[in-house]
């Protein structure tokens, strides 16, 4: 049974920091894509960062310079290190694994990120 648990969510204020988690099971992690979306109240679910098997990493316009997205994969485990977290941060964090070039496709449950003073 395939399982993406995220963690490390939570209120904020503006200008904080939070490291998101998630941690995968029942998949061969080193061989999937990892990505970080997120999708606030009335809006669409977004990219917010990826990266690949091989390490290559890509982000939103929107969160470059202040994201940073990383994978452990001994641990299981792929990051999102969050810096200079504005309102517009504000969301539900969803972790996806991917195995490109074909049909598996997985999500977590999703954690709660609020930026607010």
């Known amino acids: 049974q395939v399982q993406l648990v995220e963690s490390g969510g939570g209120l904020v204020q503006p200008g904080g920091s939070l490291r998101l988690s998630c941690a995968a099971s029942g998949i061969t992690f080193n061989i999937y894509n990892m990505g970080w979306y997120r999708q606030a109240p009335g809006k669409q679910r977004e990219l917010v960062a990826g990266i690949t098997s091989g390490g290559k990493t890509n982000y939103a316009d929107s969160v470059k310079g202040r994201f940073t997205i990383s994978r452990d994969n001994a641990k299981i485990t792929v990051y999102l290190q969050m810096n200079s977290l504005a309102p517009e941060d504000a969301a539900v964090y969803y972790c996806?694994?991917?195995?490109?070039?074909?049909?598996?496709?997985?999500w977590g449950q999703g954690t709660q990120v609020t930026v607010s003073s």
């Open positions: 996806k694994a991917d195995w490109f070039g074909t049909r598996y496709s997985y």
